[in-house]
């Protein structure tokens, strides 16, 4: 599979969309079907289990349902061609993604709020779109390491 962003046949081309990660999802629903393992210690882990692969459900579909679009002026969040959410670059404060050497999470902080996202995108080309895009000051000194 490649993951290298792509551009949509309706948008600009100064817009990336980045493609779908599913590796996260996955992990999250392997963790669930793992931790039955632990039935014989204690007989609560079925709800943990359970628990843990509806999430793991829930980020397999979002990521087949949600994009990211880096436009010229936001990052913009879409269902497959609706865009349901904006984030205009002036508003930022930071960002970081956390465990570079495993991209999980991806977190930014707005003037006004802060966002934790599940990685479920490419974290490579997340990190390239986000230092072309986004003036160096905006971003901590630690997420280019």
């Known amino acids: 599979m490649t993951t290298a962003p792509s551009t949509p046949p309706n948008s600009s081309a100064d817009e990336v969309v980045l493609r ?6 996955i992990g999250v629903l392997l963790l669930a079907a793992a931790s039955l393992a ?6 609560g882990v079925v709800w ?6 509806l999430m793991g459900l829930f980020l397999l579909l979002q990521s087949a349902l ?3 679009r880096f436009a010229p002026q936001a990052l913009l969040v879409a269902r497959r061609d609706t ?4 984030f205009p670059y002036d508003a930022w404060i930071g960002w970081r993604v956390w465990w570079p050497a495993l991209p999980v999470l991806f977190y930014f902080r707005e003037e006004k709020s ?5 990685m479920l995108f490419d974290a ?3 990190r390239q779109q986000l230092e ?12 280019h390491a």
């Open 20 to 25: 779908p990660r599913f590796w996260v999802p």
């Open 38 to 43: 632990l039935r014989p210690l204690w007989g």
């Open 48 to 53: 943990l289990a359970l628990a843990t692969g």
């Open 66 to 68: 949600l994009r990211l």
């Open 83 to 86: 865009v349901i959410r904006s």
């Open 114 to 118: 802060l966002h934790l996202l599940p």
């Open 124 to 126: 490579t080309a997340l």
């Open 132 to 143: 072309q895009r986004l003036p160096p000051t905006k971003a901590a000194p630690s997420d």
